[in-house]
């Protein structure tokens, strides 16, 4: 699906915080479902209603918020009305009601972003009616009405991943929206820059509404009936001759007046509540009370430890900065590591045993420990840390290509990414794919991308696998015996992928380029800019859906060519399934076979990630590339399609080419796992680069027409360089990381594997985690486990002896008479 954005649209606007949102429901969506647009009172019933309520309204009021849109995200419902009616797609009266202004603007919502979904009234278990929404992919049993669906009792929406990721940062976004129409300045005077004052609001909203509507009375009495103003007081001040609220400011004898004024205005409230420090001010919009921390230049070092030692304002600025002062402390702490590194090392340094001792004589001064950090992990992680969260399937995380930059052969290598230009980026206002993949700041700003560690370890595993794929993959296509059906669907499919398809979405592309598309870009941005005004005039909305006609009927032609691929594909995966797990009876496929030759040479898949191969499996597996696929070569010839002319020929050419392109990236390897590589062997491996790497993009040929991976562009463009400046950490951190993950996961999973209930067993599973990572519950568990010791018989007599006081022979000799 190709998404539209207008470029009038701000990125972060509601329009398209909503769109991303609803595409992202309907893409990840595994099935089509009809959500509740939003919530009422009503459907949160108090525990007294719920009492007084009949049983079956209750139930029937708890399946129906199953359903509810902002509830599966984790909206807040404010916020999510909020976003509603800042897109025009909801109406609220004064008395809070929410009501939908009207379906059109909802269906020209989606076609503008391109969203396959529909809304629709619905008097859902005969409840009262209520607006919903269906989103996610068709599926073979869609439901196509939301009645049906709550009647039929499928009220759960489907598993969408990360959702609740999305809702957080959804909620953050439009909390940060929200504030930045309401918040101001100095008296509502100053924009959002407050410079070197922190500021700290403590709502007191009841005593200031009074307080501001008292002084708006009194101004008023003064002065008559008035316009709304930014300044009221102001405007009934007068100094000599002038007004206060006309002062030019940019002049700067009135200037310095101006703040001679409020310099006494402070130090008077400064006499009242004997702080020097903390200035306080009301602000009108907010209807709040805000505490400023005045900052003062020193003219010296004894200057500044003079008045600090009675007037410690650093002391007020960390209770400004939050209600818990162990909070505002951490927050400056940060904030002078992260900005201020040097002098923070240092000052830390100097501190031997009085840390109150702020200056110390210079020979008394420790050197600092200049500690480098690098950052570890796969290419998901690494992109996340530097800000370009989500996007290394689309961008270089170390340098500026994109896939289709990097495929062709023979490229320039892109220009590598540095911490400045990530956060310039991050900062600045292009949108889309001029952004280059970075959506934030990076995390870590302190460690530059050259100590981004190249993830060996996980490039061995990806392109490992690969290669593996590549052959089952002509294995299934090319030279087994297949069906006559599964030959008709695999033949289609191969169509579709070379020609049809992408005609469709050239033809697509080709509109949007036209007249006629730019066209309809345009009459979209003129509704928007339109949609609180007059909306579009009636020639202007024929002709919009006469081109939203032509567009649809485009889109649909290209939807319907790729949802029958997919429809193939299912059909083709089923068929590759049945021969990967056949029934008990049938004990010879060529995968069976093709998984003992692995297992005969000492190689096994793993059982988590799809059954996928390792990375010391894979090593092995090029370590004998030639021994597997010779067998391989045999092995493949009881399965053969004798209606293919020359079919023993291309079983070698296929066991040939595994052979001689996984001995090649056998050689890469092992000069990456080298502990110190020499010159003669760093030359020598840009040679097997570039050789694998040919090979690679040529086996890849055999099986699709996409763009290489990333992970073979970080080895071709990447590695060479990760080679020269770090040998010996490329592989230490990452695999160290990765051993304990597996071995720690597979420990605490044989501990909870006898727990029979699955929640029970995940909870646990959670805990011994957590205590895994927490270093005061293990030295705990270190010094409360003991060695149980050897197993030691009861001795019944001896027991009862004790207790009896008497001697074990006296106790059998008792027993022996009673018995």
Not at 379 to 404: D, V
Request: aromatic share 8%.
């Amino acid at each position: 699906m190709e998404t539209y954005i207008s470029t009038d649209c701000p990125e972060n606007s509601c329009e398209t915080l909503l769109a991303g949102l609803l595409s992202f429901i309907h893409e990840s969506s595994f099935l089509s479902h009809w959500y509740r647009l939003w919530n009422r009172a009503d459907d949160n019933p108090t525990q007294e209603v719920r009492r007084l309520s009949k049983e079956e309204h209750t139930n029937k009021i708890d399946q129906l918020n199953q359903s509810s849109l902002p509830r599966y995200v984790g909206i807040d419902h404010d916020k999510w009305i909020y976003l509603l009616e800042r897109c025009g797609l909801v109406s609220v009266s004064t008395d809070g009601k929410v009501s939908m202004t009207n379906v059109e603007k909802w269906n020209s919502f989606f076609i503008t972003y391109d969203i396959l979904a529909e809304v629709e009234p619905a008097n859902c278990l005969r409840t009262n009616k209520r607006w919903y929404i269906r989103l996610g992919k068709k599926g073979p049993n869609w439901i196509d009405k939301a009645a049906t669906q709550a009647k039929k009792g499928k009220l759960v929406p489907p598993r969408c991943p990360n959702i609740e990721y999305i809702g957080r940062r959804l909620n953050a976004e439009l909390n940060d929206m929200i504030i930045d129409e309401e918040e101001d300045g100095w008296g509502d005077a100053c924009g959002r820059d407050t410079g070197d004052i922190a500021i700290n609001n403590n709502n007191n909203s009841n005593s200031n509404e009074s307080q501001s509507q008292r002084g708006n009375d009194e101004l008023q009495a003064e002065t008559g009936p008035t316009t709304p103003t930014k300044y009221p007081l102001l405007e009934s001040l007068q100094l000599k001759d002038i007004r206060l609220a006309d002062i030019d400011l940019s002049d700067d004898a009135q200037n310095d007046k101006f703040k001679r004024i409020l310099g006494e205005m402070v130090a008077k409230q400064q006499q009242y509540t004997n702080n020097k420090n903390r200035i306080e001010y009301f602000q009108l919009r907010q209807n709040t009370t805000t505490t400023a921390v005045a900052i003062r230049p020193h003219v010296s070092e004894a200057a500044y430890q003079k008045f600090h030692g009675k007037n410690p304002y650093l002391d007020d600025v960390v209770e400004c900065l939050d209600n818990n002062v162990k909070v505002g402390a951490s927050r400056l702490t940060e904030y002078l590591a992260k900005h201020h590194r040097e002098a923070f090392i240092t000052i830390v340094t100097c501190f031997e045993s009085d840390l109150g001792t702020m200056h110390q004589e210079e020979d008394n001064l420790i050197d600092p420990i200049v500690i480098e950090q690098f950052m570890a992990g796969d290419l998901a992680w690494e992109s996340f840390c530097l800000g370009k969260e989500a996007a290394a399937s689309s961008w270089c995380i170390y340098c500026k290509l994109s896939p289709s930059a990097w495929s062709a052969p023979g490229h320039t290598k892109g220009e590598v990414w540095d911490i400045d230009g990530l956060q310039e980026m991050a900062d600045s206002n292009a949108k889309g794919a001029k952004r280059l993949g970075v959506k934030r700041r990076p995390y870590f700003p302190w460690i530059p991308v050259e100590n981004y560690i190249l993830p060996v370890l996980h490039l061995c595993i990806g392109l490992g696998n690969n290669v593996i794929d590549y052959f089952g993959h002509l294995v299934e296509w090319t030279l087994t015996k297949l069906s006559d059906e599964e030959r008709g669907w695999k033949n289609r499919v191969v169509a579709l992928d070379r020609e049809l398809i992408q005609q469709k979405r050239d033809a697509v592309n080709e509109w949007k380029a036209s007249t006629r598309g730019k066209q309809r870009t345009a009459l979209m941005a003129l509704r928007r800019n339109r949609a609180q005004t007059v909306g579009l005039l009636p020639n202007e909305t024929e002709e919009l859906a006469e081109l939203d006609a032509e567009f649809t009927a485009l889109g649909k032609a290209r939807d319907e060519l790729k949802s029958e691929r997919k429809n193939l594909m299912e059909k083709i995966e089923k068929a590759h399934e049945s021969r990967r797990k056949p029934p008990k009876e049938v004990t010879r496929t060529w995968y069976l076979l093709m998984e003992r030759i692995y297992r005969d040479c000492g190689v096994k898949r793993e059982d988590y990630h799809k059954r996928k191969f390792s990375g010391r499996p894979l090593k092995e597996i090029m370590r004998k590339s030639e021994k597997i696929f010779t067998e391989a070569k045999q092995m493949l010839r009881e399965f053969k399609d004798d209606s293919i002319d020359g079919i023993d020929a291309k079983i070698d050419n296929v066991c040939d080419n595994m052979i001689s392109l996984l001995s090649s990236w056998g050689k890469v390897f092992n000069t990456l796992y080298s502990k110190d590589p020499s010159q003669e062997d760093k030359a020598q491996f840009k040679i097997d680069l570039d050789t694998a790497v040919r090979k690679h993009r040529a086996l890849r040929g055999l099986v699709d027409y996409n763009n290489d991976t990333p992970k073979l562009h970080c080895i071709e463009d990447h590695a060479v360089d990760a080679l020269e400046r770090f040998p010996d950490l490329l592989l230490m951190i990452e695999e160290w990381v990765g051993q304990f993950h597996q071995t720690e996961k597979k420990r605490v999973e044989n501990r909870v594997r006898f727990i029979k209930d699955a929640f029970k067993r995940a909870e646990s599973a959670s805990k011994k985690r957590a205590a895994v990572n927490d270093s005061t519950l293990m030295v705990q568990s270190r010094r409360t486990k003991k060695a149980r010791g050897g197993y030691k018989p009861k001795n019944v007599y001896l027991n009862l002896s004790k207790i009896l006081n008497l001697s074990t022979i006296e106790v059998v000799r008792s027993a022996e008479n009673v018995g």
